[in-house]
């Protein structure tokens, strides 16, 4: 095939493709994981702390400081407890309005009433005085100096908020996005009781730009894993498109002892839906949750212990996965409870093993005692274990219930007597399992969108594990506050409803795996059904899609509809099955953040772990199997989004081979001319390509360290990935050359044509040359240094060098009605070499001395271009990494103003090379081919050019998708050993 039609190809598919990853990523949200936040209204008012200026803080001038309050509800003087809210990354202050309004709303029942929740505490609990600190807007995600002075004006604030309170007063610290960054800098700090950190990226920089952030992440990671101070930290999971939620997971301490505590949005009791980024601060199902925590932290103030403060953290956040809360030190265990049930108190023995109340209505509290049940003749059941299952709807189990739940009261427990009729002995039952389930409804969307869940709604679901020690073993309910509202159903399971599939990796991966689901001999329909695919791959890049299979599509007046529970060691989340045609109901879309690229976990990245809840009323609600298979579509928009920063490093790599390959055929070939960027490309495409993408397949598979390559330690499942991505990087590249050859076309004619307006001529007179002064040179280059070092950052020069090597590369090319005669001089020559197959043309006769010099100065023409060609293409896939900082510091000039020293980036060795090359280039283009630009005549120029692009591509392709920043500096190094050794005498002489 033609090398050109095999670009075109390539071109067009690496466009197709990185649209398809683009639609997929966007859509995956809905399928994954449906966003149903309830709208917060407030009626917010900010005062600004004046007192706060630069006596206390250096920053005075750039940042501020905002106290709160709701507008007639509360005072306007601080009297409660400190709180201090952080934005993140262009956050703003305002943000913290909707936590701190449900946290007024919460504590007052009306403007300036304490409510009685609050009020009827000894001690009485406090309000908050939640702060929050104004950025301007700061893109604090791309720059370590930036998030360094947030860090250093916040520390400066938590100084001044608490002088304003009794001595040996804490404070608790909310931090949103890389404003959990900032909170955690913060440590260690005795005055900080609490961290509670939203949609914050603790594991993994989202944009890995600044060497700087990285020490700071570095510097965290010691903090999150050894300091005692009680860590929440809340991800949105799969709807949160702006930072991936695998890097929101808190790394495992240390130590014991150390509370750090991960809640995922779709299984935070209470919440139950993913949250998108921005959403997170005012998705009323957990900013209600968030601002109660900190009410509960109060009543401890003004400082509280440790363990008592992860009491009530672990309380009011949970994630639906731990087993029952940390108990409180001043409650007794529920262990050392017994109590004598008697004949006399009103009891009831019901049919079977099994237990339904609904609506129940009686005075008092009643019993119901269960035996367990006997196992068959078969011994398929287990008989040394059982498990006893509660759910319990509009009441409580032990701690756990809705919010504001109804007076219905479950309490469990294990009984066991020498007769039926006589005192039974009862032992409080500990759970194994405790947790607030979510409700739906059959003809609903589970979560319904913009409104989710209700927080006085929840299932309590209590599971107990019963040695079967004797044929003589019952269970006792004990049932208070039956009003005629709510049910309770309890029954028992075994090992008997837990399915496995020996399903391999590969099976699913174009099929499906399906498990038939078991069901009791006597009929009953199990409450409770664990599935298991322990051998499938466990990975934020894989997306299962579950289908049932039910026998009827009918499923009506059920207390429990089918509730299956997907459950990883980090997070849960709850899909809605029913028998149903319609899509929403009829599959469920299975996903995971507990293994991810670039992240270090102790998490096993294999198995797929089910449950299955019902209320085993109808069978027909009950499926008779499951299949599962990898949805590809949604995975792919998995890659997409995790991915892109392998695209821009890797078409760097690809671009420096490209230099590599090209120089290599000029040295093998002495007098061969440097081939045009286009012939180079397709010259690579047909012989490097294929061998790159075999290469990056065997890399793949090696179990290489987290941090390199891929970042999944040599998965094999996933090696495949690599020679798409190399496709998908050259076509970028290929892509950017085409934009490049248009603008840079556009940009000669227009320029010839200004020229001939200018002259009043037809432009085929050059203007004359200009000799360049080396003196001046060094003059414009040391100012350019010393701007750089004391004003500007780096990057402003390095966008210079760019708009200079693009106009130098526009300058030496022809414009179109040039190229005639520009052939016509030519015409003694080709720019390529002939092919074999080609016959050899004649003899050219004989040419003077300056026939032979224009020849040569043309020659040396067409490889400056050709070079400046390939330069260009290098610095715009490298500008993309220089432009965040450019941002951050247009954004910090206009919102702070034009005398604000901007940290940072002042290091002027980074961009020399750049300079150089850039000023070189024009001198040599000025001097129209008497100056050759690089020179690969000697062994060590010959090496130097080699390595030098050797080396950037082994850096692009190893570490450039984690550390991209090392793209830069490298590549800034090795065009700077280029340059000494191919130009350096050149340089000076030519001055």
């Given at each position: ?432 399992t405790l947790r607030l389930l979510p409700v739906t409804h059959p003809d609903q969307e589970f979560p319904v969108p913009r409104a989710g869940s209700d927080e006085t709604e929840g299932i309590v679901f209590f599971e107990g594990e019963i040695p079967v020690e004797s044929a003589d073993s019952w269970v006792a309910i004990k049932v208070d506050g039956a009003n005629g509202s709510g049910w309770i159903i ?263 044509a200004v020229e001939r307006v200018v002259r009043g001529k037809d432009g085929e007179r050059d203007p004359p040359m200009r000799t360049r002064r080396l003196r001046t040179t060094i003059g414009s280059i040391s100012i350019v240094f010393l701007l750089v070092f004391f004003l500007v950052p780096w990057q402003v020069a390095f966008l210079g060098s760019y708009l200079i090597i693009f106009h130098t590369t ?81 954004r910090t000039l206009s919102t702070a103003g034009y005398t604000t020293p901007f940290d940072g980036d002042h290091n002027f060795l980074y961009v020399a090379p750049w300079l150089l090359v850039a000023d070189w280039a024009w001198t040599c283009v000025r001097k129209r081919g008497s100056v050759k630009m690089f020179e690969t005549e000697s062994v060590v120029q010959t090496a130097a050019m080699t390595w ?44």
């Amino acid at each position: 095939m033609n090398h050109s039609m095999l670009s075109i190809l390539l071109g067009v598919f690496t466009a197709i493709a990185i649209f398809t990853c683009f639609r997929a990523s966007t859509q995956a949200p809905d399928q994954l994981s449906l966003q149903g936040c309830r709208m917060s209204y407030m009626s917010p008012s900010y005062i600004l702390q004046s007192g706060f200026n630069a006596s206390w803080t250096s920053l005075g001038g750039r940042y501020s400081l905002w106290l709160y309050r709701e507008v007639g509800w509360e005072n306007n003087q601080p009297s409660g407890m400190p709180v201090l809210f952080i934005p993140g990354n262009a956050g703003s202050s305002h943000q913290v309005r909707s936590i701190a309004s449900s946290a007024a709303r919460q504590y007052f029942s009306s403007p300036y009433v304490i409510s009685p929740d609050f009020s009827s505490r000894s001690p009485a609990s406090k309000p908050l005085d939640i702060f929050a600190v104004e950025f301007n807007e700061d893109l604090s995600a791309f720059h370590g100096p930036t998030l360094l002075s947030e860090r250093t004006y916040v520390l400066d604030a938590t100084h001044y908020i608490l002088s304003q309170y009794p001595p040996n007063t804490s404070i608790v610290i909310m931090g949103h996005s890389m404003g959990g960054v900032v909170a955690t800098s913060l440590l260690p700090s005795p005055d900080i009781s609490a961290i509670i950190t939203m949609s914050t990226p603790h594991t993994l920089p989202p944009a890995r730009f600044d060497n700087r952030i990285e020490d700071i992440y570095s510097t965290n990671h010691k903090h999150l894993t050894s300091d005692p101070t009680p860590i929440v930290s809340i991800c949105g999971g799969a709807t949160d498109m702006m930072v991936p939620s695998e890097s929101c997971i808190l790394p495992e301490p240390s130590t014991q002892g150390i509370f750090r505590k991960t809640i995922f949005s779709s299984g935070m009791e209470r919440c139950w839906t993913g949250i998108g980024h921005r959403e997170m601060v005012w998705c009323h199902q957990v900013r209600w949750q968030v601002a109660r925590a900190a009410l509960e932290l109060s009543a401890l103030a003004p400082s509280p212990s440790t363990s008592a403060t992860r009491v009530i953290l672990d309380a009011w956040l949970r994630n639906g996965q731990e087993a029952p809360p940390i108990p409180n030190p001043s409650v007794p265990s529920a262990e050392n409870i017994q109590i004598e049930v008697i004949p006399e108190l009103e009891t009831d023995y019901p049919a079977g093993p099994m237990l339904r109340l609904v609506n129940p209505a009686f005075h008092g509290s009643k019993v119901f005692y269960l035996r367990l049940p006997k196992p068959p003749e078969d011994g398929e059941w287990n008989k040394n274990q059982s498990s006893l299952l509660v759910y319990l709807a509009g009441g409580t189990i032990g701690s756990i219930s809705p919010f504001k739940p109804g007076p219905l009261r479950a309490s469990i427990f294990r009984c066991s007597s020498p007769g039926e009729f006589l005192a039974r002995h009862c032992t409080a039952l500990p759970p194994a399992t405790l947790r607030l389930l979510p409700v739906t409804h059959p003809d609903q969307e589970f979560p319904v969108p913009r409104a989710g869940s209700d927080e006085t709604e929840g299932i309590v679901f209590f599971e107990g594990e019963i040695p079967v020690e004797s044929a003589d073993s019952w269970v006792a309910i004990k049932v208070d506050g039956a009003n005629g509202s709510g049910w309770i159903i309890g029954g028992f399971t075994d090992d008997s409803f837990h399915v496995r599939s020996n399903a391999s990796p590969s099976s699913v991966l174009f099929g499906s795996a399906t498990v038939a689901l078991p069901k009791p001999p006597s009929g009953h329909i199990p409450l409770k059904t664990d599935i298991t695919f322990p051998n499938v791959l466990a990975n934020v890049l894989l997306v299962y899609r579950l289908t049932p299979k039910f026998a009827s599509h009918s499923c009506k007046d059920t207390l429990l509809p089918p509730l299956l529970v997907h459950s990883t060691p980090v997070e849960s989340h709850y899909h809605r099955i029913h028998p149903s045609t319609s899509p929403p109901y009829r599959q469920a879309f299975l996903h995971f953040h507990s293994s991810a690229p670039y992240i270090h976990t102790s998490f096993s990245n294999k198995g797929l772990n089910l449950t299955l809840h019902t209320s085993g009323e109808q069978e027909t609600c009950y499926p008779e199997s499951i299949a599962i298979t990898i949805d590809w579509w949604t995975s792919i928009g998995r890659w997409g989004y995790r991915y892109w920063p392998v695209l821009m490093t890797w078409s760097i790599g690809i671009v420096s081979l490209v230099f590599w390959q090209g120089l290599r055929g000029v040295v093998n070939e002495r007098g061969t001319p440097l081939p045009t960027l286009d012939h180079a490309l397709s010259t690579f495409i047909e012989l490097l390509l294929p061998r790159l993408i075999f290469i990056s397949f065997l890399i793949a598979i090696l179990s290489l360290p987290t941090p390199g390559y891929l970042g999944l330690s040599g998965v094999p499942l996933f090696a495949f990935l690599a020679p798409i991505l190399v496709l998908l990087s050259t076509g970028l590249v290929i892509i950017t050359s085409w934009l490049l050859s248009l603008l840079t076309y556009l940009a000669a004619a227009v320029s010839s044509a200004v020229e001939r307006v200018v002259r009043g001529k037809d432009g085929e007179r050059d203007p004359p040359m200009r000799t360049r002064r080396l003196r001046t040179t060094i003059g414009s280059i040391s100012i350019v240094f010393l701007l750089v070092f004391f004003l500007v950052p780096w990057q402003v020069a390095f966008l210079g060098s760019y708009l200079i090597i693009f106009h130098t590369t526009v300058s030496s090319s022809s414009p179109p009605w040039k190229r005639v005669s520009h052939k016509s001089k030519a015409s003694s020559f080709s720019a390529y070499p002939p092919s074999p197959s080609s016959p050899s043309p004649p003899s050219p006769p004989s040419r003077s001395t300056s026939q032979t010099r224009t020849e040569s100065h043309l020659n040396n023409q067409i490889h400056n271009h050709t070079f400046l060609t390939y330069l260009l293409l290098l610095t715009t896939l490298l500008l993309p990494l220089s432009a965040p900082v450019l941002a951050v510091w247009v954004r910090t000039l206009s919102t702070a103003g034009y005398t604000t020293p901007f940290d940072g980036d002042h290091n002027f060795l980074y961009v020399a090379p750049w300079l150089l090359v850039a000023d070189w280039a024009w001198t040599c283009v000025r001097k129209r081919g008497s100056v050759k630009m690089f020179e690969t005549e000697s062994v060590v120029q010959t090496a130097a050019m080699t390595w030098s692009f050797l080396m950037i591509t082994s850096i692009a392709f190893m570490y450039g998708p984690r550390y991209t920043y090392l793209i830069s500096n490298f590549t800034s190094a090795g065009l700077g050993i280029i340059f000494c050794v191919c130009v350096g005498r050149r340089y000076i002489e030519s001055g």
